[in-house]
């Protein structure tokens, strides 16, 4: 395990910025002009702006005309995907996996996984993103990715059944060895795929690993209507009474998707709502024409926490929560045909402390306060698509885009400075990322990674 960036030290100071408040309840606020006092990678106090610098400050962000958010979080995400992006457009679910996405991904070199990795990172930079969940193969190349970009991830290893018992203990030791690595910046999920592609067997073991080593599972579940009615069919239970009776819902679960749950596993999931989480991408399903979209109302209600992701970039084509978090203020709002449900500001809790909360980081990150992790994105609202503002906290959900992004402070360190990336070779990473594509976009070989048919 390595970690070219060196931990947060001194103190950042951003300064005369408005501050979005996010609040675990209730409406969301604009602190105007205010200066952040960032001390060894985490927030010590949010003040009105205008006070002398402390005298070992050592950096200082200008923050004027500003507005700084809590860091988007992407709470389901395969990043190395990048590399298909466009690569797999118009086809059903079925021809996506099969005579796409799964026989390229049998081309992966672990380098390819890195390279598609930092891609993903330098792009989630830009777009505000300061922390994602992801679901991949070879991760350790991803955490050495996030750890050379200065990012924050939750990493889990995706696993088959069909990969044998040396690649269940691959993931073990790789959760053993990176788990608050990269001076904490790494977490680490274990990362069955899906009750379809993990036996039971794997699963209630994969559980009692977790509860072992204090760790979470991140796992597709109930992706849609159609799965639920294949498990019905095939076993006589949900998706979700799987997790339930192999222990996934007790180590505490990420759930991808979850747009094939049923009323039935609501109180299942219920059981354990403090530690279960469903993270919403409805992009792809939209692209792939399948409906219902996740329950939020459901899930809510349930006490589950909701979170947005984007999914790859081979079905999302951006790693941009900004898109992603407006449409589920707009497909939630048609879903359940009332326009004052999924308001602006429960669409940004759930974008920041929904995110955090389903990482199990709510005690970092999700909110720009004393004590939380100084994840901190600077927004220009002031673009003719925003103007006149008459309120940030609609902008931001339905005007904004990833471009009116200007600084990003991950753990205390600028990540990026007014829109110029530091920690990112643009040119030198885009040359090897294009230098790839060809040979992982060739599927005549006929290999696939698996066959799908859940």
Not at 421 to 432: I, N, Q, S
Request: glycine fraction near 8%.
């Amino acid at each position: 395990m390595s970690d070219r960036t060196p931990p947060s030290s001194g103190r950042l100071l951003v300064r005369g910025c408005d501050v979005l408040r996010v609040p675990p309840e209730s409406e969301c606020e604009i602190l105007p002009a205010r200066d952040i006092v960032v001390a060894d990678g985490v927030i010590e106090e949010v003040r009105p702006t205008g006070a002398v610098p402390d005298a070992d400050t050592v950096e200082v962000v200008d923050g004027r005309g500003l507005l700084a958010v809590p860091g988007l979080v992407n709470a389901h995400t395969h990043s190395p995907m990048v590399l298909m992006r466009g690569a797999a457009e118009d086809v059903t679910v079925e021809g996506w996996f099969n005579e796409r996405v799964w026989p390229m991904e049998s081309n992966l070199t672990p380098a390819d996984v890195r390279a598609g990795a930092r891609l993903a990172c330098a792009e989630m930079i830009r777009c505000g993103v300061t922390t994602f969940a992801d679901h991949y193969f070879f991760p350790e190349q991803i955490a050495e990715a996030v750890a050379e970009t200065g990012l924050r991830a939750d990493i889990a290893p995706t696993y088959f059944s069909s990969g044998g018992e040396a690649a269940l203990e691959d993931t073990v030791k790789f959760a053993e060895a990176w788990h608050r690595g990269a001076d904490g910046r790494v977490t680490v999920s274990l990362g069955p795929h899906a009750p379809y592609t993990v036996d039971d067997g794997d699963l209630r073991t994969l559980a009692g690993h977790a509860r072992r080593l204090g760790l979470r599972m991140h796992i597709h579940a109930a992706e849609h209507l159609e799965q639920t009615g294949s498990s019905l069919e095939r076993r006589g239970i949900t998706p979700i009474r799987v997790l339930h009776e192999t222990g996934v819902l007790q180590a505490g679960a990420l759930i991808a998707h979850g747009c094939g749950i049923v009323d039935d596993d609501l109180p299942l999931l219920a059981e354990f709502a403090g530690t279960t989480a469903v993270a919403c991408c409805p992009k792809v399903y939209l692209k792939h024409a399948l409906s219902p979209l996740t329950p939020v109302r459901d899930l809510l209600a349930a006490g589950v926490t909701v979170a947005v992701g984007t999914d790859g970039a081979a079905g999302h084509n951006t790693l941009d929560v900004w898109e992603a978090l407006r449409l589920v203020a707009l497909t939630q709002k048609q879903a359940v045909r009332d326009a004052t449900w999924m308001t602006v500001s429960d669409t940004l809790r759930m974008a920041m402390r929904g995110g955090a909360r389903a990482l199990g980081l709510q005690k970092e990150i999700g909110a720009l306060e004393p004590g939380m992790r100084a994840d901190i994105v600077l927004t220009d609202l002031s673009g003719l698509h925003c103007r006149p503002l008459h309120d940030p906290r609609a902008a931001l959900v339905y005007s904004a885009r990833a471009s009116d992004v200007r600084t990003v402070v991950v753990d205390g360190r600028v990540l990026m400075r007014d829109g110029r990336l530091l920690t990112v070779d643009v040119p030198e990473l885009l040359a090897e990322a294009d230098a790839r594509v060809a040979r992982i976009l060739d599927t005549s070989h006929g290999r696939t990674v698996q066959h799908y048919d859940p």
